[in-house]
Nanobody
C-alpha cells in the first residue's frame, strides 16, 4: 500500500486546513485508516482514526476541531482541521495497519504561526 499525503502548509492561529491521503490499491474500502502527527523532538501520536465502517475516534486535544472522513470511491481519507493552534504544528502522517504491518505516507508539514 502506498500512501501520499497533501494539503499541509503555513496557517495562522484560528485558521483551517484540509489534509488528504490517497492510497493505492483496490482494497481501500476495507482499511482502517489513521492520521498521526509528530512535532520536533516528540513521539508520533495518534490524531484521528476511521474504520472501514466509518466509525471515528479522536485524540482529546483535537476533539471538536478536527474531523476525519473518507471517500472510498477516491481512495482518499481527509482530515479537516479547524481552529488551529500553534501546538498543532507537526508533520502529519497517514497510516494504514494491515495485519502485522504498518504502512505510512511521507508526511505533510503543518505549521500554525502568526
Amino acid at each position: 500500500v502506498q500512501l501520499v499525503e497533501s494539503g499541509g502548509g503555513l496557517v495562522q492561529p484560528g485558521g483551517s486546513l484540509r489534509l488528504s491521503c490517497v492510497a493505492s490499491g483496490s482494497m481501500f474500502s476495507i482499511y482502517n485508516i489513521a492520521w498521526y502527527r509528530q512535532a520536533p523532538g516528540k513521539q508520533r501520536d495518534l490524531v484521528a482514526a476511521i474504520t472501514s465502517g466509518g466509525s471515528t475516534n479522536y485524540a482529546d486535544s483535537v476533539k471538536g476541531r478536527f474531523t476525519i472522513s473518507r471517500d472510498n470511491a477516491k481512495n482518499t481519507v481527509y482530515l479537516q482541521m479547524n481552529s488551529l493552534k500553534p501546538e498543532d504544528t507537526a508533520v502529519y502522517y497517514c497510516n494504514v495497519p494491515i495485519l502485522a504491518l504498518n504502512y505510512w505516507g511521507q508526511g505533510t508539514q503543518v505549521t500554525v504561526s502568526s
